[in-house]
């Protein structure tokens, strides 16, 4: 536990020194919480996808830990049924954007052929 003599708050616009105790910082975060409205479109395909990606992260995991990264037909097949959910929400987005699938594919093959042809295909940085 933080000492009172040690422990500055967030609240002041200071930061902490030393150990933190969770009780303290469960606290003291809800000084930088903020409420944000979720009242749009765009939002439920949204999550939506970020679910289905974990989904379907979550079953590679599982073939790498307890298959040695051996994917079986049924692993193929529950794949395929998780990229379709990735797909569909995906493409509730684009929509929902005014943006077809297609050209949001060939925006994506373009930039990655500039950063081929400049070298800076790996790293990382949105504009590299």
Known sequence: MISER???SVSAGQ???GAMDFKTYQQDS???AQAVSTDHPIIYPTLGLVNEAGEF???IKKIFRDQGGVITGPDEQALKAELGDVLWYLTQLCTEL???LEEVAAANLEKLK???E???IGG?????
């Open 114 to 116: 500039s950063r081929q």
């Open 6 to 8: 040690r422990r500055r």
């Open 98 to 100: 005014g943006l077809t």
């Open 57 to 59: 992260a979550g079953k």
């Open 30 to 32: 809800r000084h930088t």
């Open 15 to 17: 930061s902490y020194t």
């Open 118 to 120: 400049r070298g800076v």
């Open 124 to 128: 990382s940085g949105d504009e590299r």
